[in-house]
């Protein structure tokens, strides 16, 4: 697609829940990135895929946290066992290739988490 | 240990005028850094960029002044329009093993008044 696209753009859900977040990087995009943004924080870093391999997994917090990316292009972030501190906005960003001074990320609009 | 800070939560501009957001560093191994600008319910745009071996880039009505022995960076916006009304995130990055991984500052909403 022409942009990142990510779904669902809102998500609500209880205390112990479990959650999948969506990513659909822009076509040809080799790598794909997840981000997350916490209320009043910038963006930090969660996940780095590069094709179907998870390249950088040291962001995720905790292993409540999984993400998969089966064939290389859609990416599924994967949240068990919710907790109120889970709830931000979950960006994911894609880029050609992941290497290089003009690796530049695309960021999607992201998916806001709330964890009740 | 917030790497890269952006002191500023907020700054607001009259039209036309110029607009100054701040960024410092405090990581000696970051080389190239970035402004992106987030509009509310999108995710960042990337807006411009500058290696470490430069002390200034320009583009348009944007220009980012780097200076490395302060580890110190500015995004300078003339002239400002309301359109930029945005938050800003200033991010480096390594160009060792980890250069795919950006490190964000908690960001800048400038406010550009008509």
């Known amino acids: 697609g022409a942009g990142v696209s990510q779904t669902p753009s809102n998500k609500v859900t209880e205390k112990g829940k479990y959650v999948e977040l969506r990513c659909d990087p822009i076509s040809g995009h080799t790598a794909l990135y997840w981000y997350r943004q916490s209320l009043g924080q910038g963006p930090e870093f969660l996940i780095y895929f590069q094709g179907t391999g998870a390249a950088d997994d040291s962001g995720l917090p905790n292993d409540r946290f999984f993400a998969v990316r089966p064939e290389g292009s859609v990416s599924t972030l994967k949240i068990q066992r919710t907790e109120r501190g889970d709830s931000a906005v979950y960006l994911c960003?894609?880029?050609?290739?992941?290497?290089?001074?003009?690796?530049?990320?695309?960021f999607g609009a992201g998916s806001r988490l709330t964890v009740l | 240990d917030q790497q890269v800070k952006q002191n500023s939560p907020s700054l607001s501009v009259q039209e036309g005028r110029i607009s100054i957001l701040n960024c410092d560093y405090t990581?000696?191994?970051?080389?190239?850094f970035l402004w992106y600008k987030k509009y509310p319910a999108e995710g960042p745009t990337f807006l411009i960029s500058i290696s470490s071996i430069k002390d200034k880039n320009e583009d348009g009505r944007f220009t980012v002044f780097l200076n490395k022995s302060a580890k110190h960076l500015s995004l300078h916006i003339v002239p400002s329009q309301p359109g930029d009304s945005a938050v800003y995130f200033c991010?480096?990055?390594?160009?060792?093993?980890?250069?795919?991984?950006?490190?964000f500052g908690k960001g800048t909403l400038l406010t550009v008044n008509p």
């Open positions: 991010a480096a990055r390594t160009s060792g093993g980890s250069n795919y991984k950006l490190t």
């Open positions: 990581n000696s191994m970051f080389d190239y």
């Open positions: 960003a894609s880029s050609r290739s992941g290497q290089g001074l003009n690796n530049v990320l695309t």
